[in-house]
């Protein structure tokens, strides 16, 4: 993985390297290097499959991270390449004519996150969701508890306790 | 609304042009209205009787309780010695057993089967899902309560409720409906405005007609 990353390192602005195991690696690259990395990447040194396209969201810095996760399952290695976008607005550029399922992803992405694919297949169409009104689901910023408790009638009854309180008052109950 | 379900302009094998609107031609509008028991008591036990050693499950796994209904259909626990048998539609099914957490997604699916199953019916809640939320108590995306959207006849309560547990419900079941109590299809019928309603609240892009099938 290190002798892949100095040689991709000579042709592309990558950041550090980070190594989970031997066979698995994550990589940051600039939003404008990806498509071209991505390519290299297929049609060069093997990374034939897209295993999965994944967004995280880092509510605090302003920023989405889209992770791409290759496989080349010829030398059983996985590389991810991680491309930090602005939140505001998100847009990033589609891969569907890379990988074709990089689309079912790139919808699953726009509906959960909000982040926008121009050109990908069916994108605008409803995904998991039917009729949503709200902000997308997996933004930080949303409130799953206060949107459960405003849109779904509850059960009156459930209570919830401290462990830690709950037993101290079990175990000792004379004592505070 | 879904494009097979709006109005348009159909020519017909005469020749003849005709507007077409799905959800009122192809479909009843009829609300569902009160089955009332027999004309005697006692054939209305008769009925009940046969009722309840007849409960037909409708084969359709909402969560991930559909899993403990796999060893009940097979040799282990083998349901089907009791009367209790699954079938493929609901128009066969008599008792649909909503197994586990219920997205609004599939929610509309399962008004859509309970609404198309043949009176007398009845609906179990398996698992603490459906009774109070359960571990989805936060979710976004899962009701909280059945009983505001479907009559509810039964609760089986755990996390998942064994196979065993599924038994004794059946149990329970049998007997609610020998003592005439399975009532749940005319509760449907007599709430028919408050269920909506509720319904209503949760699937945001309601394109089906309201009692329909």
Known sequence: MRELHTRLGKLFPLGELTEQ?????????????????????????????????????????????LTYLLADRKN???????????RDGATMQSIHELWPTAATYQRELREMFGIDFPGSPRVEEDFILE???????????FDTLKFAVENYSQRPGRETHDPATHMKQQLYPGEN | MKEELKIRVVKG?????????????????AAPTVMPGAYIKIVEDMFNWARSESIWILGF?????????????????????????????????????????LSTKTLKRAIRAYEQMQSPKYVIGLGSCTINGGMYWDSYNTIKRLDDYL????????????????????????????????????LYAENFEWYKANQKRVIHDWDMPDYNW
């Open chain 2, 13 to 29: 094998p005469d020749g003849v042009e005709f507007e077409v609107e799905p959800l009122r031609d192809y479909y009843c509008e």
């Open chain 1, 131 to 141: 009729g949503w009104r709200d902000i997308p689901p997996y933004r930080r910023d």
């Open chain 2, 151 to 186: 009559p509810v006849d039964l609760y089986i309560a755990g996390c998942m409720p064994r196979p065993e547990a599924l038994l004794a419900g059946f149990m329970d079941m049998k007997k609610l409906i020998r003592a005439g109590r399975g009532e749940g299809a005319n």
């Open chain 2, 61 to 101: 796994g909402t969560g991930c309780g559909a899993i403990e209904m796999r060893p009940l259909m097979t040799p282990r626990f083998d349901a089907y010695r009791y009367g209790v048998q699954w079938r493929p539609t609901p128009r066969q099914a008599n008792l649909f057993v909503i197994s586990g957490y």
């Open chain 1, 76 to 86: 059983a290695r996985d590389i991810g390449l991680r491309v930090m976008i602005p």
């Open chain 1, 21 to 65: 195991r031997t066979n698995l690696a994550f990589v940051s690259v600039p939003q404008e290097h990806l498509r071209a990395l991505l390519l290299h990447l297929r049609d060069r040194e093997g990374f034939t499959h897209l295993v999965l396209l994944t967004a995280v969201d880092w509510l605090e810095e302003g920023q989405f991270q």
